[in-house]
């Protein structure tokens, strides 16, 4: 049975980019299952009572079938290895991860990995990526998965489409992981923590 997950960010009572979550759930279910009525995430979530920063893990297949409220704390991250794999799929935010997890223990000593697929980079165990020129952050063309981060990124202008090879690496100075849980600038290292 095909499982998907929706991870949502809920802080300060209020969920964050709300329509992104939605568009993606059911752009999901409608791919895997047809022609399916929409669902609206904004009938089954409550984040009054979260202020702190908090994960809200909607599992779902067809329908909604778990959604689960999980205090946050943002792991962290100052150094990258980066791990080829041409034949990693995960362009639906699959509940199944047990291939990039197969991926993440091959880090070694660094603190996440920097996944590489047909010479292109994409993102790491965990987030997506955007890498500085010293005038503009580009984020991968072909990621694994377009983050609803990166998607609000991308309309806002903040972040520009750039395919980047492993080999355009060194016209970087710094790279950003982000998701739905970590925005834009919390992390953010230079390219020399990345380990070829």
Known sequence: MCRFIETIRIEG???WNLSCHNARMNTTRKRVWGNCPALSLEDILKPEPWQERTRCRVVYGENIEE???IPYTIRQVSSLKLVSCDDIAYE????DRSMLDKLFALRGEKD????VKNGRITDTSIANVALW??????TPSFPLLKGTQRQFLLDRKQIIETDISVENLSSYSRICLFNAMIPFGE??????ELDY
Not at 112 to 115: F, P, S
């Open 13 to 15: 009572g209020k969920v």
């Open 67 to 69: 959604v689960v409220y």
């Open 92 to 95: 639906l935010k699959s509940a």
């Open 112 to 115: 996440d990995i920097l996944i």
């Open 133 to 138: 020129n010293g005038t503009e952050w580009h």
């Open 187 to 192: 992390i953010t290292l230079g390219c020399e």
